[in-house]
């Protein structure tokens, strides 16, 4: 499963379809804080997919990942111990 990252108003990016177009386009920055989903990584950068069908280069030292909240590990823990014990049991 892939969640979302973030990335801050103000942020390069490039908007160009193909990671080897990087250098024929102007850098642009992100008009709002925006969120998306890693599409693909080439190098330090990814191609981010914002809502909306938006897709662009973002270098990955400006992405942010949501927190894992203790109280969603404590749900997780559980199941993986069920999911592994009913495995060493067949």
């Not at 969640?3 to 850098?27: M, R």
Request: aromatic fraction near 12%; hydrophobic fraction near 40%.
């Amino acid at each position: 499963m892939q969640g979302d990252v973030y990335i801050k108003e103000g942020t390069p990016i490039y908007e160009v379809e193909q990671f080897n177009e990087l250098n024929s386009v102007a850098l642009n920055k992100t008009p709002k804080d925006v969120r998306g989903r890693i599409e693909k990584r080439e190098g330090s950068f990814v191609n981010l997919m914002a809502p909306g069908g938006w897709y662009f280069w973002v270098e990955d030292k400006y992405l942010i990942f949501p927190k894992v909240e203790e109280e969603e590990i404590g749900l997780i823990f559980p199941l993986l111990l069920i999911l592994l014990t009913s495995s060493l049991s067949i």
